[in-house]
């Protein structure tokens, strides 16, 4: 059974569609890239996945379970975790303490964390390590480079034990000796915990291809190409709809 599916899935912000007719799987262990031009939906169609936006037509399910209209809460708690294209974190708060929120968030104890001090455990612990910011656990979320705010992020996605982590554009904005570290950080990720599945956005091919076991193509809120790395790289369609050529009727 899938871990996720998605079954003609339909979404649009009062306008036209942007997410048309997505039927998409996605199994235990399996790291799927989407991929496709600005505007293609790809973060609707994550917003979708984590019940963060309803679908307006079709089906989502997690285990097999009809999760359509569970919303981000429900999804978070059966094991949803995702990360962002900009990474919130509360900046005035320590790398331990913002893990450690994301900790209790989930854990069903954010009242008694904002009632008292917040105490660190084993996952957040192994959370931290997991994205390598063991040596900055002190120090304050404004101050990490733009990398290490990524990682961060991930590290909050992770203390949430999550069984499909959503990954948007995990190295956007990254210089060059950040975006190789988040990479083998999210390498070592697929090595430790072989169940897990990820979804990730990413514009950087590249980073598609160290990470993914498959990619979807999206342009136009549809999905144009599903399949193995160098089958979509390979195939004539993507170089038209990066090109902007008129695929699905318009420009992407
Ligand atoms: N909150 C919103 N309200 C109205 N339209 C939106 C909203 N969010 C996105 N859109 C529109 O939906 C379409 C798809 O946007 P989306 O952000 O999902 O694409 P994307 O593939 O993630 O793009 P990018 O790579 O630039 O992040 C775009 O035309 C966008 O302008």
Redesign the pocket.
Known sequence: MSLLALHNVHKH???PP??QDVTLTVDPGETVA?I????????????VMAGE?LANQGRVELFGKDVTRAGARRLAHAGVARTF?IARFFPSKTVEENVTIAAQTTRRRYRRFWAGVPRPDDDVGRAIDATGLTGLRPVLASTLSQGNRKNLEIAMALVQRPRLLLL??PTAGMGVEDLPRTVAVLKDLRQSRPDLAIVI?A?DMDVVFALADRVVL?AN?RIALDGRPEEVRDAPQTREIYLGNSYGGGA?
């Open positions: 912000y009062g306008g942007v997410v989407i496709g031009p600005n505007g293609a939906g790809k973060t609707t169609l994550f917003s936006r294209q948007d554009e956005t514009h999206m809120g992407a």
